[in-house]
């Protein structure tokens, strides 16, 4: 077997490119058919217009094909960071593409064949240096005995608008929700595939916007039918509390410990509902189809005050405290079955405050930057967080890849007005007293019944 090659290539000459031109078929036949008009007589100026033609032309595509071309540039990248290796003679091996790469616009799929001594491991080992050699992102896989390699090529946009974003293409899913633009162009998930989020970095790094701009977008594209909001904000309640007045909304806005225990009780006595009725069907005719239940959404802005927060000598708030965290687990660990989902928001991503049970169970993490590669590490094991550039909303998705994107901005004055334009007027949060329950407000219900799930 061969041993690895890690000494860096330099790049080919230009000698050497004239070399393997020289090699291909086409070039020849491009000089036999220059020679064959000459020997039919054709005046001398066409013949070599026709040779130099033929040959630029030739010359210019096997060029693309060898040095500029994506498989090109990847293969000299992956030689010069070592993923290659020397047979007993001291021939030098490369990974050889298998088939032709398959292309969906900017991206491609391309399958190499990797030299002896050289594994999935080492190529994952050094992905980050080809990438930034290649500059695109790249999803490695192994195959049947190949490498697959899909290279994300996408310009990563400084500023994503919601209008912009909301306004193109979607995907098909049961209860879409946008994440921004990456390398792989728009980037969704899926709640029902992926039904429990964690979001976490430091502060200003966009964690409250993202949350502003889900909510909002799932306030006006899914009718109170279809969804219902669980909102609790443990930072004072001022980010989420427009929020309250929204027919989805299932409760005021829970911005205590006390008020969130209650809540998240609410939420599990509801899900134990869902899941005896489940039972029921199974045992009745063997079936454990959903029922037609409204999906609910749980989110919490900074879980870390349900699990770390020092409450000192109040019993009622710790035991609330205490509840409240049990209750996350439970529901993270339960309601995917019952269309109970689970957004989770911390700026303190670190062991304490995002236990283990809980983060076993949220499947999928949007990590913004974080001060540290430990912090990193707790999201998306891997310090790939504290590298990020310090640009307000560039963030990383991981579920089955991770991959880096650029959040949507909303406004909290644009999240207003859309709410206001789906929904109608509502009561201004800074000048009344405690949240009215949608149920109980009449001004904010329609006269169609069934749009609300009455």
Known sequence: MGTKFTTQRSAQGLGEMLGRLLLEPAIWAAIGAAGGAAWLGWPRILVVSAALLAGAVVGSLRLEALHWSIPARLRRAMVEVGLCSRDRSGRLQEPRLRGRPVRVGRNARLRWKLPPGVTLADVLGRQAAIEGRCDCALSCWEERGALVMEVLRHRIPEHVQFSDFYGGARPHGQLLLGLGMGRRGALWVDLDSCPHVLVGGMTGGGKSVFLRQACTFLATEYSPSQLRLCLLDLKGGTELAQF???????????????????????????????????????????????????????????????????????????????????????????????????????????????????KANLSGTVAFRVRAAVNSWILLDSEGAALLPPHPGRGLWSHETVEEFQAIDCSMEESRSRLLARWGSRPDPATTGPVTPWWQNTDLISNDPEEHGS
């Not at 007045?245 to 005021?252: F, I």
Request: net charge negative; charged share 30%.
């Open 244 to 358: 309250s007045y929204l027919p989805h909304a299932m409760a005021p806005v829970a911005d205590s410990v006390l008020a969130a225990a209650d809540l998240l009780t609410k939420v599990r006595q509801e899900l134990d509902r869902r899941l005896a009725e489940v039972r029921r069907s199974v045992e009745a005719d063997g079936s454990a189809a959903r029922q037609d239940w409204p999906r609910i959404l749980v989110v919490v802005d900074e879980v870390a005050e349900l699990t770390v927060r020092d409450l000192g000598d109040d019993r009622a708030a710790r035991a609330a405290q205490q509840a409240a965290t049990g209750r996350l687990a439970e529901i993270a660990r339960l309601g995917r079955a019952v269309g109970v989902h689970l957004v989770c928001c911390t700026q303190r991503p670190d062991a304490d405050a995002i236990p283990g049970q809980l």
